[in-house]
């Protein structure tokens, strides 16, 4: 029954007492300790008990509950917690312990929230793909062949995996999308600066973000009402009769699979039949805005890191070291003119596309999902064009700060999601999962990949 229910149908089983939180939170510790997917680098399993066990007191005591009272989740290793080692996907910090918790896991932990453990990352959260140098490759629960996508690998994985009813991540060009749309799940990157960085990993100031991943628009509608503290699940079952949604047209989606294209289709036809005006809406500079995010991210992340790629250039993977001697090999003056153009660049998509529709219909990604294999650090040519390709289509709505929700719209031919990509305007994340959660109900796209079996290509 618990493998069933999502974040929202889990926390009310808790709440009526059909589930008690202790065999909620036994059940996913039994699924993360037997499972063979790296997503965990850490498990608690002791104070988890402990915290469940607390849970069904304060519940049989008839005390108030909080919205996620009894419900497991498990956090993408880069959100501290006082005390507790934060390794974030590296070995530079594989010892680390932050004297301050992280005010989202606060507000989780207030919510009656139990966190079983950390999950698998990229190092630094760097790389779209799932692979890490120091701790091996989260592999895709549809086909372990493939990729998870990163950098949030281990949450998207442990949520498609059904270990957790939901996790956070974070997003700077794409890392909650990109994992939630190769796993199959639900995935949102808020508009920046909605949720506070405070005691979270930074890598990029000017992009960063937390992000929720869960099974469905409803319960990752909860879990950023708990962050934000604003209500965000009571529009969800509006129909969407009066909202236009723009749908990207193939010109200016540049090289996009087949059938990827196929499925948006279908998309827009399925928003179509619940009400919504559907327009093939122009976004020509798509390229453009990912190339700024590009000059945006990388001297910021150099900058970072300075110190370390001065006296621990070793302990940094190749990849990532290679990529933050990029980013500090730029000129200030490119950088200065980047972050200058993307209040221009906002303006202009508020004032053009965002004009025209309440929200933006496309894909999450251009390509397939790759196999991991073609996508590791000696994939030679292949990998640098697949690796260019993951996040062709995310890192512009990183760059002009806008929500941008994940959700599946098809399956590939070997039986692997595909991610429909849905942005707003700016705050727009509650309308965001209510066109979600419309889309999901109707569709019944999202899928169980433990009773699913994808197949190799």
Not at 114 to 141: D, K, S
Not at 147 to 166: E, K, L, P
Not at 257 to 275: F, K, P, S, V, Y
Not at 342 to 358: K, S
Request: proline fraction near 7%; charge should be negative.
């Amino acid at each position: 029954m618990i493998d069933n229910l999502d974040l929202v149908g889990l926390a009310e089983a808790i709440a009526a007492g059909d589930i008690s939180a202790e065999q909620a939170t036994a059940a996913a510790l039994s699924r993360a300790q037997n499972n063979h997917l790296n997503a965990f680098v850490r498990i608690q399993p002791e104070a988890a008990m402990e915290a469940a066990r607390a849970a069904d007191q304060h519940r049989a005591a008839g005390q108030p509950l909080g919205p996620l009272h009894g419900v497991p989740l498990a956090h993408k290793d880069m959100f501290y917690r006082a005390g507790q080692i934060t390794g974030c996907g590296s070995k530079i910090r594989q010892d680390f312990r932050p004297d301050q918790t992280c005010t989202l896991l606060s507000a989780l932990d207030a919510a009656g929230a139990i966190e079983i453990g950390q999950l698998h990352m990229a190092e630094f959260a760097m790389g779209p793909t799932g692979h890490n140098a120091h701790l091996g490759r989260c592999q895709n629960p549809w086909l372990p062949d493939a990729i998870s996508g990163g950098s949030s690998s281990g949450s998207g994985t442990s949520v498609a995996a059904r270990i957790v009813a939901g996790a956070l991540g974070s997003d700077t060009g794409g890392s909650v999308r990109l994992p939630a749309s190769f796993c199959g799940v639900v995935g949102l990157k808020p508009t920046h600066g909605r949720l506070t960085p405070a005691a979270m990993m930074p890598l990029s100031e000017s992009l960063d973000t937390a992000g929720p991943l869960a099974t469905s628009s409803r319960s990752v509608a909860r879990l950023m009402s708990v962050l934000t503290g604003e209500p965000m699940e009571s529009g969800l079952n509006l129909p969407l009769t009066g909202l236009t949604i723009g749908v990207v047209v193939e010109q200016d989606l540049g090289d996009c699979a087949t059938e990827t294209l196929t499925a948006l289709d279908e998309a827009a036809a399925a928003l179509r039949d619940l009400g919504a005006t559907i327009i093939a809406l122009r976004l020509p500079a798509l390229d453009h805005y990912a190339a700024m995010a590009g000059l945006v991210w990388a001297p910021e992340a150099a900058a970072l890191h300075l110190d370390h790629l001065r006296h621990r250039p070793q302990d940094f993977g190749p990849q990532v070291r290679n990529r933050l001697l990029h980013g500090l090999s730029m000129a200030a003056t490119t950088y200065v003119q980047a972050r200058r153009l993307r209040a221009a660049d906002l303006a202009e998509v508020m004032a053009g596309p965002l004009a025209q529709c309440d929200v933006i219909a496309l894909p999450v990604c251009r390509i397939l999902t790759p196999l991991a294999q073609h996508a590791d650090a000696d994939g030679g040519p292949e990998m640098d064009q697949i690796i260019g390709g993951l996040s062709a289509l995310t890192r512009g709505f990183s760059y002009l700060g806008l929500p941008a929700l994940s959700t599946p719209m098809g399956y590939d031919p070997r039986g692997l999601p595909i991610g429909l990509q849905l942005v707003g305007r700016p705050r727009a994340e509650a309308l965001l999962c209510r066109v979600g959660h419309a889309f999901e109900r109707a569709t019944c796209l999202i899928r169980n990949p433990l009773l699913t079996t994808a197949q190799p290509s």
